[in-house]
């Protein structure tokens, strides 16, 4: 359904150490850097699609994060969300809900919702029984 999923970034080189640490626990591996456009992307390493990729915006002004928008990462198990949750934090991050369940989502919903250095609001999320 989703082909690639693209945030802002100020400082391509910690966005790429920042996102290197958190998503390396949900089996996203790193599939290109591009120094010269501005731009890094990830997959899953099972697949081709979809992409996660953050760089400079096209348009060159300043990366802003939005209001309401928000990506999420899928886990197999809750402990992978509080691995992810504790790496993000120490890479830079800004807390925006430590990991537990949210119940008023489904009941097995077990997420964690950080900010990239740049903003962008992030959540690392499981919806399997423990």
Not at 33 to 57: H, Q
Not at 74 to 86: K, L, N, S, W
Request: net charge negative.
């Amino acid at each position: 359904m989703i082909s690639h999923v693209h945030l802002g970034t100020a400082d391509l080189d910690r966005a790429v150490r920042f996102y290197g640490a958190v998503l390396e626990p949900l089996g996203i591996v790193q599939t290109f850097i591009d120094a010269d456009r501005g731009w890094a992307g990830w997959k899953p390493a099972d697949a081709d699609r979809p992409l996660f990729v953050v760089g400079r915006p096209l348009d060159g002004a300043a990366p802003g994060a939005g209001n309401g928008q928000m990506v999420a990462f899928q886990a197999a198990e809750r402990r992978i969300v509080d691995q992810c949750h504790r790496r993000a934090l120490a890479a830079g991050a800004t807390e925006e809900g430590a990991p537990g369940l949210r119940p008023e989502y489904h009941a097995e919903f077990y997420g964690a919702y950080f900010r990239d250095p740049d903003g962008n609001k992030v959540c690392v999320c499981c919806h399997a029984p423990e």
